[in-house]
Nanobody, 118 residues
C-alpha cells in the first residue's frame, strides 16, 4: 500500500501564493507521472498540472504561467507552487500518483482545501 499526505493548503488573499506538497510513503517501487487535480464546489474534478518521471511538465491553460509543479524523486514528493492566486482557484486540491507508465495503478491524496478570498 501507498499513503499520500498533502500539506500546505489554507486561506490566502487574491494575488497571494501557496505551496502544496504531497508526500508518498509505503510500498513504493516506482512512481511515474505525478499530478495535481482540483475540484471546486459543484464542479467536476479537473487536472491542474502533471510532471512525468523524466521531469517534463504540463499545465492546464487556466494555471499556465502562475503555477509550477516539481518533484523530488529521492523524497517521493510532488509540489505545486501557486502564485497570483485568484478566487477562481478556490477548490480542494488532490495529488494523484501514477505507479506505472500507463497510469492504471494510481493513488490519490485525501485532498486539501485552498481558499482564495479577501
Amino acid at each position: 500500500q501507498v499513503q499520500l499526505v498533502e500539506s500546505g493548503g489554507g486561506l490566502v488573499q487574491p494575488g497571494g501564493s501557496l505551496r502544496l506538497s504531497c508526500a508518498a510513503s509505503g510500498n513504493i517501487f516506482r512512481i511515474d507521472r505525478m499530478n495535481w487535480y482540483r475540484q471546486a464546489p459543484g464542479k467536476e474534478r479537473e487536472l491542474v498540472a502533471s510532471i512525468s518521471g523524466g521531469g517534463i511538465t504540463d499545465y492546464s491553460s487556466f494555471v499556465k504561467g502562475r503555477f509550477t509543479i516539481s518533484r523530488d524523486n529521492a523524497k517521493t514528493t510532488v509540489a505545486l507552487q501557486m502564485n497570483s492566486l485568484n478566487p477562481e482557484d478556490t477548490a480542494v486540491y488532490y495529488c494523484k500518483l501514477c505507479m506505472n507508465p500507463s497510469c492504471d495503478i494510481v493513488y490519490w491524496g485525501q485532498g486539501i482545501q485552498v481558499t482564495v478570498s479577501s
